[in-house]
């Protein structure tokens, strides 16, 4: 099928511009009105001024939007019960005629549907704690190895079993390229305990290796794991003891599945003061800067 463009999205892929994906769950799950229309427009903000053109992603009345007007926007960002869209059930959603917000999977999807080749976001799903029991693993994971995207991201949310979600990429075969440094990110704060299995240093060097899959015919796109800016993270000795606490409190009040993840970055932004929001909003906005260069290098590559 065939997604609906924006104007200037539809003006820039008929001109072999470069375009940069973006999620819409920040948007109708991540922060309330009206931060979370005005944090969308910064990171739209972003790209235009880094030289590409945003497209933000979303499901209207069962039509699939790559690139949103303004209105469309605010629409969105005041819109109530919202469906959170993945693979499993976007297509099930847009048969319904229903809205809906993607995730990163269904962002990929249809980044790939219009032809879009990279995506910037917060941070991918993984594999949440515990999941030997509850075999909780998020479909952004198979959707990297399975879509031709490269995403780039401050690494899969602190919330999540870092070391497993790795472990699961390596296994699906989805290059997990740490940028600038050689241990990966881990969300709100710049270093892990993680060695990179991989480094790239500029964004032509990821854009190159972003062709190199095309010409091997390898399946599956690229996570890009972009440290946040230093003088924006909250370190991660200071940061992990807050999560293990969330982790607690959330296991004494008998809160699973689904509803884990909301509850632990509302506790973890309380506990840090507000501070793991700034964090993310920072960390977005970095993400769509390097994803505006890595678009663009693409771009001058395929000329």
Do not use: C
Not at 110 to 119: C, D, P, Q, T, Y
Not at 137 to 150: F, G, K, N, R, Y
Request: proline share 6%.
């Amino acid at each position: 099928m065939t997604p609906i463009l924006s104007e200037s999205v539809a003006h820039a892929m008929a001109k072999g511009q470069p375009v940069v994906a973006l999620e819409s769950t920040i948007i109708t799950h991540g922060m309330p009105y009206p931060q979370n229309v005005q944090t969308a427009r910064q990171v739209e903000d972003v790209i235009t001024q880094s030289g590409a053109v945003p497209a933000t992603i979303a499901v209207l009345d069962g039509q699939l939007h790559v690139g949103l007007e303004a209105d469309q926007l605010e629409a969105l960002a005041q819109a109530k019960n919202v469906a959170k869209l993945s693979r499993a059930d976007m297509a099930v959603a847009m048969a319904a005629g229903k809205t809906g917000a993607t995730t990163v999977a269904a962002t990929m999807i249809a980044a790939r549907l219009a032809g879009i080749k990279v995506f910037a976001t917060g941070g991918i799903g993984g594999v949440h704690r515990g999941a030997e029991t509850s075999f909780d693993i998020s479909a952004d994971l198979q959707e990297l190895a399975q879509t031709p995207v490269t995403v780039v991201a401050a690494g899969a949310k602190a919330i999540l079993d870092l070391p497993k979600t790795l472990e699961v990429l390596e296994t699906l075969g989805a290059p997990v390229i740490a940028y600038g440094q050689d241990t990966l990110p881990a969300f709100w704060s710049r270093q892990s305990d993680l060695p990179a299995p991989l480094r790239l240093d500029s964004a032509k060097d990821i854009a190159n290796a972003h062709l190199m899959r095309a010409h091997l015919g390898l399946p599956g796109g690229q996570l890009i794991a972009n440290p946040i800016p230093e003088v924006d993270e909250i370190p991660q000795d200071i940061l992990a003891p807050l999560i293990a606490q969330a982790l607690s409190e959330a296991e004494a009040q008998g809160i699973t599945a689904k509803a884990v993840t909301p509850f632990l970055l509302a506790r973890i932004f309380e506990l840090t003061d507000g501070r793991s929001l700034t964090a993310n909003i920072a960390l977005v906005l970095n993400n769509a800067r390097l994803a505006a260069e890595i678009a663009s290098e693409l771009t001058k590559l395929q000329e």
